[in-house]
């Protein structure tokens, strides 16, 4: 099986390096990003929507907090605080 995998964001196709065993959660994560951008497009006025990269920037930025203060989170949690 090959070890690539297209995926299709924002109406551009990539081509992906991929483990067979990854393919289901790569697919995933395309999905959850989609829905990021079509939920941040919805928000934005119509110029901003134009910006792919900058709304890409902006999508990964607000992604990486999230993951970051889920991080917080659960180490405290797991620390008994």
């Known amino acids: 099986m090959s070890k690539t995998i297209d995926v299709r964001l924002l109406g551009k196709d990539y081509r992906v390096a991929c483990e067979p065993a990854e393919r289901e959660a790569l697919q995933a994560a395309v999905a959850f990003l989609e829905d990021k951008f079509r939920e941040a497009g919805e928000k934005a006025p119509n110029s901003a929507r134009a910006g792919g990269e ?14 970051l203060a889920m991080k917080k989170y ?3 949690c797991c620390n008994g605080s």
């Open 54 to 67: 900058r709304a890409a920037v902006m999508m990964a930025l607000n992604i990486a907090h999230e993951l």
């Open 74 to 76: 659960t180490g405290k």
